[in-house]
């Protein structure tokens, strides 16, 4: 059984940010939070979502995953009005979802499962720097390395105790640098990876440029960016595996 009730916002909020790096995932609707946990098909990113009880204006569930095609639920969430609430119900016997939003109605196939790839397990990393910045610096950053490369660099400089963006093209370079008055938090460590910057720019448009951002990183590590959704009701946590660089 489920059925809730969710402002539009909130909801393409939190579907657009799982549909950055997955088409299709399982969805835990357990009784206390809505979850989203999967791996994009490369095995290369990876997004966490949890919206508390808190961010619907009614929920009921015992529990139940469903399986979603997350184009398809963001298709049909767009349609709606910004200012409107959207209805679901979950129909066990059809294994359909019932959306309804103002006078629109729609009934959304779903997805067996045991057919999707199983959620993965958010491994614990032990990354020694932490950075916390608003996500317009963020934005920044990955904007200005798009402009010379097909990657981005991000460490942090224990001996300057700066936090760095930076790319490298064939030609040009590009370099963003912040230090403590720049950020909101800092945690001193010697880190420095190399990761795509196609992941960066997609999980970017789920960024808002207002939120604070949190990134841990390590040395040739995976990194991990958090920030809140749903007026802090609700996380997105994405981890992101590096391109090895050789000597």
Same mark, same amino acid.
């Given at each position: ?16 940010? =799982? ?11 357990? /009784? ?7 791996? #994009? ?6 997004? #966490?979502?949890?919206? @508390?009880? @808190? ?21 049909? %969430? ?5 200012? $409107?609430?959207? $209805?679901? $119900?979950?129909?066990?016997?059809? @294994? ?15 997805? +067996?499962? #045991? ?6 397990? &958010?491994?614990?990393? +032990? &990354? ?5 910045? +608003?996500?317009? @610096? ?7 390395? !798009?402009?010379?490369? +097909? ?9 300057? $105790? ?7 093209? #064939?030609? !040009?370079?590009? *370099? ?10 800092? *945690? ?17 448009? =789920?960024? /808002? ?12 590590? /995976?990194?991990? %960016?958090?920030? /809140?959704? =749903? ?8 981890? &992101? ?7």
């Amino acid at each position: 059984m489920f059925r809730a009730t969710i402002d539009t916002k909130i909801l393409q909020e939190a579907i657009s940010s =799982a549909k950055v790096l997955v088409d299709e995932c399982k969805i835990r609707l357990d /009784p206390d939070s809505f979850r989203i946990r999967a791996v #994009d098909p490369a095995n290369v990113g990876m997004v #966490d979502l949890e919206l @508390s009880v @808190s961010s619907f204006s009614s929920y009921e569930s015992d529990g139940v995953t469903i399986g979603v095609n997350l184009t398809r639920l963001s298709d049909i %969430i767009s349609i709606a009005r910004a200012d $409107e609430q959207i $209805e679901f $119900e979950y129909d066990e016997e059809t @294994s359909k979802l019932n959306i309804r939003a103002g006078g629109l109605k729609y009934t959304l196939a779903l997805i +067996d499962p #045991d057919s999707i790839r199983k959620e993965p397990t &958010l491994p614990d990393l +032990d &990354l020694p720097a932490k950075v916390v910045l +608003d996500g317009r @610096s963020l934005a920044q950053g990955i904007k200005a390395a !798009d402009m010379v490369s +097909d990657h981005i660099e991000l460490g942090v400089d224990p001996e300057k $105790e700066t936090f760095y963006i930076r790319a490298k093209g #064939d030609t !040009d370079n590009v *370099q963003l640098e912040l230090g403590r008055d720049e950020l909101t938090e800092i *945690q001193v460590a010697k880190a420095h990876s190399l990761f795509s910057l196609d992941y960066f720019k997609d999980m970017g448009k =789920a960024i /808002p440029k207002t939120t604070p951002v949190t990134l841990w990183l390590g040395e040739e590590y /995976p990194i991990q %960016i958090s920030f /809140p959704i =749903a007026d802090g009701a609700g996380e997105v946590t994405y981890l &992101l595996a590096p391109r090895i660089q050789s000597d």
